[in-house]
């Protein structure tokens, strides 16, 4: 599915260069996780287009990768029989949490211009977003279902995806003609819950992640 969508995300987007002006970044990324029981840190790295409509206005696209965020929460588990040896039994569950994003929307400059050679630039950026997830549980010690309760996340592993709405304000300066160095300050605003056993909280509570981003934004002339 995520080939599909970039594959007409990009189709579109070349369409409309043919009428505008086209830039290309890339960058690296730092993300934190906010979500309960499932905070993690992990790195990643963004491939983004955009078509510049004016000066100050533009279409951007990119996809965004990330490394496996690893954390881990302790449960205990209830017997469900009064006469079970023991009651309680505690275990830990090792999780590692993959996202992928494609975001499309709209990119505004506040100060500047996208061709600015001007000492700086300030934009600002929404849109939405389709975030790919991948969990992957283990269990410290497999625990038997027929005497036990066992809580949520499922053991083993599970995709997800998910619509975001996408915000970020960032800043660059010119290294050279149509060169900029950039960094950007991103976060995603959930807009339907987790529909998968293999995630902690469901509830998507906001924020749910949020990115600091250092890249190069080359202007195609």
Not at 140 to 156: C, H, R, V, W
Request: hydrophobic share 40%; glycine share 8%; net charge positive.
């Amino acid at each position: 599915m995520m080939k599909f969508f970039i594959f007409i995300l990009f189709t579109l987007f070349y369409c409309l260069s043919s009428f505008s002006q086209v830039s290309v970044a890339t960058d690296g990324s730092l993300l934190r996780n906010f979500n309960d029981d499932q905070k993690f840190w992990a790195f990643g790295q963004t491939v983004q287009l955009n078509v510049h409509l004016s000066k100050k206005e533009a279409l951007y696209a990119w996809i965004s990768y990330y490394t496996n965020g690893r954390f881990k929460n302790n449960f205990t588990a209830i017997a469900k029989d009064p006469a079970t040896v023991p009651q309680q039994a505690a275990y830990t569950v090792y999780t590692g949490l993959r996202f992928r994003q494609l975001s499309l929307g709209w990119k505004h400059f506040f100060l500047g211009a996208f061709d600015s050679g001007q000492i700086w630039n300030a934009y600002g950026y929404a849109g939405f977003g389709l975030l790919f997830g991948k969990a992957d549980n283990r269990y410290s010690q497999t625990g038997d279902t027929s005497l036990y309760f066992i809580e949520s996340p499922a053991a083993g592993s599970g995709a997800f995806k998910r619509l975001t709405f996408d915000l970020g304000l960032g800043t660059e300066f010119p290294l050279g003609t149509d060169v900029f160095m950039y960094t950007e300050l991103r976060t995603w605003i959930p807009t339907t819950d987790y529909p998968s056993p293999y995630l902690y909280n469901n509830s998507g509570k906001f924020p749910s992640a949020a990115a600091v981003n250092l890249g190069l934004r080359i202007v195609i002339q």
